[in-house]
């Protein structure tokens, strides 16, 4: 993130914490020591070739191993580390990092890069890029070449993204905002293209705060969307339109740039390389819709 987007970001963090009544200390980071007890701080990436961890996902096929990958100014290389930030191995990757943000999986164990960064809003079109998952114990490990890629278009003004998501045959973007209105999903098609493929608005979240990262859950029902002010969770069985709030859970970090589903939680890390683990405990159930007690003079009132 650049010097005068983390400012950027500050003030908006700092604006909608306000807005919902959270208090946020002055630099707009909640420091490990000062964590929310039920959030652990489970690791730290030290690896000094992995400085600005910028995306996560738990491996399709390994168990305790998961992806990342770092963000835009360093090499297009991918990431095996465990859940206390070790790097287990890296592999180079034969395509351009201009600003990749966020990684994701499809349920046929596939790996999918996003090249989706738009700061200031400088780029007409970004990239998504498919890769078969390698083996993380590999030895000598050969660059891996995308075995599919999707060029996209803006539907009208460009914007800048941090979030991506695959569900069944669509690949899904949500917008980071800094305006404080509700951020914006939108989908294209996985199906092999022979040219650019337009961004097609399907959604919106009522996530007001800069989305920095997503997830699906497995059995692809539950959505996690990351942001500046710590996670949210959906409930997208019914429906992207349709999404139902599962709870929020406020951890102020403006470099918190990624989440994953594991066992039981959230894994998440920011570009200093915490590791965090947000138990499913902390997504209290939203309270339920208030109804005005009955008016016991109702029946006399005559209009």
């Known amino acids: 993130m650049n010097p005068a987007r983390a400012l950027f970001?500050?003030?908006?963090?700092?604006?909608v914490?306000?807005?919902?009544?959270?208090?946020?200390g002055a630099a707009t980071t909640t420091h490990p020591a000062d964590a929310p007890s039920e959030i652990q701080i489970v690791g730290q990436i030290t690896d000094k070739a992995l400085t600005e961890s910028s995306g996560l996902i738990a491996s399709p096929k390994h168990p305790g191993v998961?992806?990342?990958?770092?963000?835009?100014?360093?090499?297009?290389?991918?990431?095996?580390?465990?859940r206390s930030g070790?790097?287990?191995n890296r592999f180079p990757v034969a395509a351009r990092n201009v600003d990749w943000e966020d990684i994701a999986a499809d349920p046929q164990g596939r790996i999918y890069l996003a090249d989706i960064g738009n700061n200031g809003a400088k780029r007409h079109g970004v990239q998504v890029y498919r890769l078969d998952e390698p083996d993380p114990a590999a030895a000598n490990p050969k660059p891996l070449k995308p075995t599919a890629a999707w060029e996209l278009l803006y539907p009208e003004k460009p914007f800048d993204a941090e979030?991506?998501?695959?569900?069944?045959?669509?690949?899904?973007?949500?917008?980071?905002n800094f305006d404080l209105t509700a951020a914006r999903v939108y989908a294209f098609s996985l199906a092999p293209a022979k040219g650019p493929l337009r961004l097609k608005p399907v959604a919106t979240l009522p996530v007001h705060a800069p989305v920095t990262g997503a997830d699906l859950s497995p059995d692809g029902a539950r959505l996690a969307v990351q942001t500046v002010l710590g996670p949210f969770l959906f409930d997208i069985s019914p429906g992207l339109d349709n999404a139902r709030f599962l709870g929020h859970v406020t951890y102020a970090d403006i470099n918190l740039e990624s989440v994953a589903f594991t066992a039981n939680g959230l894994l998440a890390t920011d570009e200093p390389g915490i590791v965090i683990f947000v138990p499913d405990g902390?997504?209290?159930?939203?309270?339920?819709?208030?109804?005005?007690p009955a008016d016991p003079d109702q029946t006399d009132r005559h209009p």
Do not use: R
Request: net charge negative.
């Open 86 to 88: 070790k790097v287990l």
């Open 66 to 82: 998961f992806w990342t990958h770092n963000d835009s100014g360093n090499p297009p290389q991918l990431f095996a580390i465990d």
């Open 282 to 292: 902390c997504f209290a159930a939203p309270p339920a819709p208030a109804t005005a």
């Open 9 to 15: 970001t500050v003030a908006i963090a700092v604006s």
């Open 163 to 176: 979030a991506l998501f695959i569900l069944h045959d669509t690949g899904y973007l949500i917008s980071k």
């Open 17 to 24: 914490a306000a807005l919902v009544g959270l208090v946020v």
